[in-house]
C-alpha cells in the first residue's frame, strides 16, 4: 500500500509564503512522476506542477513565476514552494505520484487559504 502524507498547508495573507511537503512511502515499484494539484470550491482540480520522471517540471498558469516544485534527492518527497499568495490561491492542494500510465495515487489534500 502507498501511502502520500502532506503537511505544511495553513492560513497565510496575501503576498505571503507557505512550503508545502509530501513524503511518499509504502510500496511504489517506481515513480514516474510526482507533484501537486489543487481544488478550489466550486471548481474542477487543476495542475500546479509535476515533475517528471526525467526531472522535468511542468508548471500550471496559475503557478509560473511564483510556485516552485522540488523533490528531495535521498526520499520520495517533494516540495512546493509557494511565494507572493494570493486570495485566489485558495484551494486543497493535493500530492500526485504517478507509478505508471494505469496508477497514480492522491493524498489527502492540504488546505490553504489566502486571506487578510
Known amino acids: 500500500q502507498v501511502h502520500l502524507v502532506e503537511s505544511g498547508g495553513g492560513l497565510v495573507q496575501p503576498g505571503g509564503s507557505l512550503r508545502l511537503s509530501c513524503e511518499v512511502s509504502?510500496?511504489?515499484?517506481?515513480?514516474?512522476?510526482m507533484g501537486w494539484y489543487r481544488q478550489a470550491p466550486g471548481k474542477q482540480r487543476e495542475l500546479v506542477a509535476l515533475?517528471?520522471?526525467?526531472?522535468?517540471?511542468r508548471y500550471g498558469d496559475s503557478a509560473k513565476g511564483r510556485f516552485t516544485a522540488s523533490k528531495a534527492t535521498d526520499r520520495n518527497t517533494v516540495y512546493l514552494q509557494m511565494n507572493d499568495l494570493q486570495p485566489e490561491d485558495t484551494a486543497v492542494y493535493y500530492c500526485?505520484?504517478?507509478?505508471?500510465?494505469?496508477?497514480?495515487?492522491w493524498g489527502q489534500g492540504t488546505q490553504v487559504t489566502v486571506s487578510s
Open positions: 509504502g510500496m511504489i515499484f517506481s515513480i514516474n512522476g
Open positions: 500526485n505520484v504517478v507509478e505508471n500510465k494505469d496508477s497514480q495515487y
Open positions: 515533475i517528471t520522471g526525467g526531472g522535468s517540471i
